[in-house]
């Protein structure tokens, strides 16, 4: 069983402004209230999956969302268990009502072929260069131009089932809500990473290869955050009706 979760933060608590001010500390929070020592596990709520990458590190996804109302931020959670809403509460400001989990294959199994979903990824794009020393490994950075950032996604998209639909300006449609450099502490390292926010419209071509890229995630990074890619109906489209809604 796998489940989805969103966190309401309240970014006015000093718990969860310390939190949210590392990447590596974050994970450490998401990985203990989805690790199987957890000792209490809430009730599974009714509320309907609105949204939707590997899976990261403990079978868990995560990302963080900037920008909601009083409450500042909003984390969503991918998981094979329900997170221990005891943690997330402590460490992330949050009150119970903040908290909403549901079960995901219900959600995933009503995906089919052709259908136009709202899409939402915050990715970490990247491109590997070959070193030209024999026995030396490569190198990897981050991708920086938008076109670049664009193709990287379709190309992701294609191998994911589903492709961006297209304008009458014969472009994807897609956005880049956000572009920029991330970097945080790690042990005595300091870990430095591109992220990405897409925005945009997308059409399933295989809704079993789209289930699986909406359970593993998208790209590399999933321990910080990255690839959970979610899904939301656009208004006037038509889909099924017992398809959940926003």
């Keep these: 069983m796998t489940y989805f979760s ?6 006015q608590s000093w718990r969860a402004r310390r ?18 020592a957890s000792p209490v596990r809430p009730a599974v709520s009714d509320m309907p999956p609105s949204f939707g990458e590997r ?56 995906l089919s072929l052709g259908q136009e979903w709202g899409f939402r990824l915050c990715a970490n794009p990247t491109q590997s260069h070959r070193s030209d020393t024999p026995g030396l490994r490569g190198t990897r950075t981050g991708i920086v131009l938008e076109k670049d950032q664009i193709a990287w ?39 430095t990473l591109s992220s990405v926010a897409y925005d945009g419209i997308l059409a399933i071509d295989d809704p079993e290869s789209l289930r699986h890229a909406l359970l593993t995630g998208i790209g590399r990074g999933k321990r910080y955050g990255f690839g959970l890619l979610t899904l ?3 208004p006037g489209r038509t889909f099924p009706d017992e398809v959940p809604r926003a």
Excluded at 6 to 11: A, P, Y
Excluded at 57 to 77: F, M, P, Q, T, V
Excluded at 78 to 105: H, K, N, W
Aim: hydrophobic letters at 40%; aromatic letters at 4%; glycine letters at 8%.
């Design 55 to 110: 899976k990261g590190e403990g079978g868990h996804l995560w990302r963080l969302d900037s920008g909601h109302g009083s409450h500042g931020a909003c984390l969503y959670i991918v998981s094979s268990i329900v997170p221990d809403s005891g943690i997330l509460l402590d460490q992330l400001g949050s009150s119970a009502r903040d908290v909403a989990t549901s079960e995901y294959e219900p959600f995933l199994e009503r």
């Design 153 to 191: 996604l379709d190309r992701q998209g294609r191998r994911c089932g589903f492709h961006m639909t297209i304008n009458r300006m014969d472009a994807p449609e897609v956005v880049i809500r956000e572009s920029r450099i991330i970097s945080f502490a790690r042990q005595r390292s300091t870990v």
């Design 19 to 36: 939190a949210l001010a590392s990447r590596e500390r974050l994970h450490a929070i998401i990985a203990r209230a989805v690790s199987d």
């Design 232 to 234: 939301v109906p656009i």
């Design 6 to 11: 969103r966190v309401l933060i309240n970014t």
